[in-house]
């Protein structure tokens, strides 16, 4: 059983930065991919970046790749999402994800955080 809890949204203006937590609990967090998806309002979830449980091997969706920086730290059981230049359509509730392969399906991973908002204004 894995417990994921995000935090670090909030609101931006254009062109800002924000950066996600997402805080683990359970023994198998370091053997897992994980991920963090959005979803906007009227919109489906959607992936933005997954990372291997090494680090070595991340991927990102178009919208976001050389803006966005996905992390993570076994020790301390959490992965970061260091987001810059935000934009506008960057707005969504963001979601952490626990799996166990590194694709961008929702429904290849096990657990989910609450979401976190973010609003960015223009």
Partial sequence: QVQ???SGGGSV??????KL???ASGRTFSSRAMGWF???PGKEREFVAVIGWSS???YYA????GRFTISRDNAKNTVFLQMNSLKPEDTAVYYCAAGSRLVAVTTEY???GQGTQVT???
């Fill in 120 to 122: 960015v204004s223009s």
């Fill in 21 to 23: 937590s997402c805080a």
């Fill in 38 to 40: 959005r979803q906007a």
């Fill in 56 to 58: 070595i091997n991340t």
């Fill in 13 to 18: 203006q254009a062109g800002g930065s924000l």
């Fill in 62 to 65: 178009d919208s976001v790749k």
């Fill in 4 to 6: 994921l809890v995000e």
């Fill in 110 to 112: 096990d657990y989910w």
